[in-house]
Every structure is written in C-alpha cells, then in structure tokens.
C-alpha cells in the first residue's frame, strides 16, 4: 500500500468522524433556527437517517478540495457537513415505497421501516431545510457572497436540474421498454453525479479559488460521479447485501438500463480505469496538493462495498 493510498484511507476515516460529530452538534442543539424546541420524534428519525456511519465521500470531497485552499477546518467540515445533509434527505426518501422501496441502508433498518413513512418523509424535509440553516452561519464562511455561491451550488445541483430531477428521470426509465447510451448518462449526470461535483467545486468556492482552478475541480467532480456510479451499477451485479449494506441486484430485477447493461461487465470495468485515468489529468495543475484527490477517485472506482 502506498503512502497516499495508507493517507487516504486514513484521513477518509478522520474525515467521516469530524462530519459525523458535526452533525451530532447541529442536531443536538434543539433550537437551531427557529425558538420552539423541536419534535423528539422528528429529532430521533433524523439522527437514524443522518448519523448511520456510511464512508462520508461526498463530505470528504469538500473538505479535502477546501484543503487545496487552505481552507479553515471548521468552515469546510460545516460545508460538508450541509452537504450530507442532503445525501442523506435523498437516501431517506429514495428508499420510500414510492421510490425504490428499500428496507435496508448502510446495514440498518431504513428510515421509514425504522419509524414509518410519514416521519420518513419529514426527516427528509427537515434535513433538507436543515441545510441552508448550516450555510447561513457567519461560522461556515465570515463572507457573505461567498456563503451565498455555497447555497447557490446546493441548491442547483440538489434540485430539479440536478439530483432530484435526475431521480425523475429514473423513475421514468423504469417504464420505458428501453433507454439509450445518452439518456443513461444524463440520468446519472444529476441523479448521483451533481452532489459530487457539487462536492468538489464547495471546495474552490470557500478558498475564493480563480475561475481556472473552480473549472478544474468542476471537471473532476464531473469524471468521479460518472466513474462511482459506474462502480455502483458493477457491485449492483459482483457483490451482495451483506457487503454493501444494502440491496443488490436490483437494477437487473427491474429490468432497468445502466451502462453496465450495455456495455457488458468487462468494458464497463475498463470504462471505469479510463475515468481514473482522466480524472488523475485534470488534477494534474494542483501538483501534491491534490494527491488526495487522487486517491479518492481510485477508491472510487476500485472500492468494494
């Protein structure tokens, strides 16, 4: 193993833990926006959904992008923090019966089999609105442009051109006899894609990074959201729910077209290394600075659950 790789492996554990407490300060503080004390019901289905460990990816992406900058600790793990936040408001109402229908995430009960759907879908709401609340604290960024650009870039690529509408789109594949190359990868682009760029240019907005090096990170963030997707589909097929913590096989049991679908295991796996390889170019301007970087998008594409 080498040193980045043991570095990565190692800051990506600290990483999940410096969110994971962040959250349980934000979430522990019962009168966060607002002077009524929140439902304990609501708070417990909350903590359940956002506070079930998970490898923390797109979080650990903010933080080390912010790195690259020089970035405050504080003020990128809050970034990340209003990010996961999100993840996780759309893990919550992805498994719902109308939507994916899962029972299972990241190993545990999902949120609305672990309450039921009505508190599900507030929980989801709540961490969502949850998320500019996090952004608007002086604390995450002392300038207010800069807090603003922040909410801007949540809120576009969480929204209807990005996660949710990417959702869409998926939903309505899955009635479609058949979906071709381009629409897969659109689907993917905003569906999973758009909280990782999303991710990675977080980073260059609280460093006030030029316009060369925000593209930079835009473009990297655009290749490793398509090349985790593509590993996502690949384990969907080689592993199980025990490993990855959650339903497999699902994508083929429903019939729905992937890239894996149509490329077939082997050139999808090959597909995947060209992504790596790609991605490893464009960070190429930031020097050791992104090594990092680098690693998180080999884990990417090699990880196995």
Same mark, same amino acid.
């Given at each position: 193993m080498s040193k980045s790789e043991t570095?990565?492996?190692s800051l990506l554990k600290s990483h999940a833990t410096l969110v994971e407490n962040t959250l349980i300060d934000l979430l522990d503080d019962a009168r966060v926006g607002c002077e009524i004390e929140r439902p304990s019901r609501l708070m417990k289905a909350m903590r359940h959904s956002s506070l079930a460990g998970g490898k923390r990816l797109r979080p650990f992406l903010v933080i080390e992008s912010a790195k690259i900058f020089a970035v405050k600790s504080q003020q990128a793990a809050l970034a990340a923090s209003a990010l996961e936040c999100i993840h996780c408001y759309s893990?919550? /109402?992805?498994?719902?019966?109308?939507?994916?229908? !899962?029972?299972? @995430? @990241?190993?545990?009960?999902?949120? /609305? $089999?672990?309450? !039921?759907?009505? *508190?599900?879908? %507030?929980?989801?709401?709540? #961490?969502? *609105? #949850?998320?500019?609340? =996090? %952004?608007?604290?002086?604390?995450? /960024? &002392?300038?207010? &442009?800069? @807090?603003i650009e922040l909410v801007k870039l949540y809120a576009q690529n969480a929204g209807l051109g990005g996660m949710v509408g990417g959702q869409m789109l998926d939903l309505e594949a899955e009635v479609k006899p058949s979906i071709n190359e381009q629409e897969i990868l659109t689907l993917q682009a905003m569906k999973t894609g758009a909280l990782i760029r999303a991710a990675c240019e977080a980073g260059a907005i609280l460093g006030n990074a030029s316009k060369e090096d925000r593209a930079r990170l835009f473009e990297f963030g655009k290749i490793i959201g398509q090349a985790f997707q593509l590993a996502d589909d690949i384990l969907? =097929?080689?592993? !199980?729910?025990?490993?990855? +913590? $959650?339903? *497999?096989?699902?994508?083929? +049991? $429903? +019939?729905?077209?992937? #890239?894996?679908?149509?490329?077939? %295991?082997?050139?999808s796996q090959t597909r995947a290394k060209e992504l790596l390889d790609q991605a490893i170019v464009t960070l190429e301007p930031f020097g050791e600075?992104?090594? =990092? %970087?680098?690693?998180?998008? @080999?884990?990417?594409v090699e990880r196995k659950n």
């Open positions: 570095e990565f492996k893990l919550v /109402h992805d498994d719902l019966p109308a939507m994916d229908d !899962d029972d299972l @995430r @990241r190993g545990k009960p999902t949120t /609305h $089999k672990a309450f !039921d759907e009505a *508190t599900a879908i %507030l929980a989801g709401d709540a #961490l969502l *609105t #949850l998320v500019f609340d =996090i %952004l608007a604290k002086q604390e995450t /960024h &002392n300038d207010a &442009n800069t @807090r969907d =097929i080689t592993s !199980d729910a025990q490993t990855m +913590g $959650k339903q *497999t096989a699902k994508d083929a +049991g $429903k +019939g729905k077209g992937t #890239l894996v679908s149509l490329y077939g %295991l082997e050139a600075k992104a090594s =990092i %970087l680098i690693e998180a998008a @080999r884990f990417t």
